[in-house]
């Protein structure tokens, strides 16, 4: 019904368009046709009167020269009661009516010598027309009749003729002086228009409703003309685009001529062909890209522009423990259960940010977020592409720890106490407090490796090591310093503390049966502040000098730094 309405109107503008140019064109050939046939009615009236009064001035002039005057009255009565004529007169040249008083009579009877024609009763003298009527004048100058259009005081409209009376030979006898041509009179014929008027009102009641059908007949005809030449193609080629945008690309539509409208046919099945091909290509490429994304390892989640998740591979399922139509209902926010932090990732820039790990579904994941914005940088959308980084966060860890622990015994190596030293010290300087460090080995070990081999050393030092272990405190940090000594540092512990430990190391070892074989080991103890500034270098040989003590008086004894002598 929409298309429909659509052609309706589109039908409808251009039908509109032709038909008010139709009606205008035919309005205004009808209208000068109608004028014209109203100028040719009223010319021909003019005509017509002009020979009615040609033929009245005519009549007039036999009864003068038949000197029975009255009789030119009694006519001019009698043309008064022909209907549609309002007024018959004879005017002198002055605009005064003839036969209405003596003056003529006694100009006449002076020029016969005697009294020719009786005077009249009653003498009445009437002035018709002003001497100074300019329409008088033309006619009385010219001696051509003069026509002119008036209206009454009821609106009656009136079409007044002045003829002239021109004067013959044979006037001469009774008119002195009298010129021959000359104008001796004016004959003023005034008649009603009502009757040509209603004729001209019937001519354009007719030309109305002739250009009225006419209009119809082609309306009618440019409808049917438009409909078969313009609206059905159209809807042709429009039913073909309604199909195509549903998806439908397989049909294409005739093509009804060679000129625009079929241009426009041709345009449309090469577009089709070209969308099919487009279509193809992107299927094809769409399949592909589904095949990758499905079988990728890599879990994808992607939104639209309204956060909508429209998008969730297989992989994504697995990693979080979730299926498709969970992660849709709960929404991109609730991804990993935790709205504000993914909000926080989402408002980052920054789209090189590097993938963050996080803990999720007992594995350690590998996720980078961020939104997808278009050219115009308006945000389109957001996605989160999350790897299982367990593994390799696995190895990761297991390499920071070998790089920091000791091969042989699993105690933090060399390194490790290096910086562990500085690290601590710096603490104990800055808050004021206690640190201290004791370094041990096996005595006589030279001559342990020369009489039972190196395996056995080996396994020597890795029981020393488990021993160390089990005794020192969970804070304390044990190292293997290298060949057969130990270090172990001791945050935040006095003198009198770490000895206790390192008294209760060496009796340990002593006491344990370590690879088959009793061993002893001889400790040198040194404090921060006690034995030596805030220097790792100078601490460090504090406990070393007082390790040499504890060789030198015997061994398997613990000997203490000599404290620092106050100046």
């Known amino acids: 019904m929409k298309r429909l309405a659509l052609f309706n109107r589109i039908g409808g503008r251009i039908i509109g368009v032709v038909g008010a140019v139709v009606l205008v064109a035919l309005l205004a050939l009808t209208m000068l046709h109608v004028q014209r046939q109203e100028s040719i009615i009223l010319a021909q009236n003019e005509r017509n009167l002009t020979t009615v009064t040609q033929s009245i001035i005519q009549g007039i002039k036999t009864v003068m020269l038949a000197g029975h005057a009255d009789i030119g009255m009694e006519m001019a009565r009698r043309v008064r009661s022909v209907a549609d004529v309002i007024d018959l007169r004879t005017l002198r040249p002055n605009g005064t009516e003839a036969f209405r008083d003596n003056a003529t009579v006694a100009a006449v009877n002076r020029q016969l010598g005697h009294e020719a024609f009786p005077p009249r009763p009653k003498s009445l003298p009437v002035q018709v027309l002003p001497a100074s009527d300019r329409r008088l004048q033309r006619v009385v100058r010219t001696g051509r009749i003069e026509t ?43 008649t009603s228009l009502t009757h040509l008027e209603r004729d001209i009102r019937r001519t354009r009641i007719i030309a109305g409703v002739a250009l009225a059908v006419t209009v119809a007949l082609i309306m009618a005809f440019i409808h049917v003309m438009v409909k078969r030449s313009i609206l059905d193609p159209i809807r042709v080629v429009t039913r073909g685009v309604v199909r195509a945008v549903g998806g439908n690309l ?274 040198g103890l040194a404090t921060y502040p006690d034995h030596g500034t805030a220097n790792a270098d100078g601490l460090l040989k504090a406990a070393d000098d007082a390790l040499y003590e504890a060789k030198r008086g015997g061994r398997n004894r613990v000997c203490t730094a000599a404290p620092i002598l106050s100046i």
């Open 148 to 190: 002119f259009y008036s209206e009454s005081l009821d609106g009656e409209r009136h079409l007044t003729l002045l003829a002239p009376v021109a004067a013959q030979e044979e006037c001469q006898a009774c008119h002195a002086g009298v010129r021959v041509g000359a104008v001796q009179g004016v004959v003023e014929l005034v």
């Open 250 to 523: 397989t049909r294409t539509v005739p093509v009804p001529s060679d000129d625009e409208l079929g241009r426009m046919a041709h345009s449309f099945n090469h577009m089709i062909g070209e969308l099919r091909r487009i279509y193809s290509g992107l299927q094809y490429e769409k399949n592909k890209l589904n095949t990758i994304i499905r079988g990728a390892r890599e879990g994808i989640v992607v939104t639209d522009g309204g956060q909508r998740v429209v998008l969730v591979n297989p992989a994504a399922e697995a990693l979080l423990g979730k299926t498709a139509e969970d992660i849709v209902a709960q929404g991109f926010d609730h991804l990993f259960d935790d709205p504000k932090a993914m909000r926080r990732r989402l408002a980052r820039r920054d789209a090189d940010t590097p993938p963050e790990l996080i803990s999720y579904n007992d594995r350690i994941l590998s996720v980078h977020v961020a939104r997808i914005r278009a050219e115009g940088k308006e945000v389109i959308g957001s996605a989160a592409l999350m790897r299982d980084f367990t593994e390799e966060w696995r190895l990761q860890k297991e390499l920071e720890r070998d790089a920091i622990t000791d091969g042989l015994t699993g105690l933090n190596n060399r390194r490790y106490f290096d910086a562990r030293l500085v690290e601590e010290l710096a603490i104990a300087r800055r808050h004021n407090r206690p640190m201290s460090l004791f370094l041990f080995d096996v005595d006589h070990f030279k001559s342990f490796n020369d009489t039972f081999g190196h395996d056995t050393g080996d396994r020597v030092l890795r029981g020393l090591a488990e021993v160390t272990r089990a005794q020192c405190r969970a804070a304390d940090v044990t190292c293997r310093y290298g060949g057969e000594e130990f270090v172990v540092i001791l945050p935040s512990t006095p003198l009198e503390n770490a000895r206790a430990v390192a008294e209760r190391l060496r009796m340990a070892v002593a006491e344990t049966d370590i690879a088959g074989h009793r061993v002893t080991i001889s400790v």
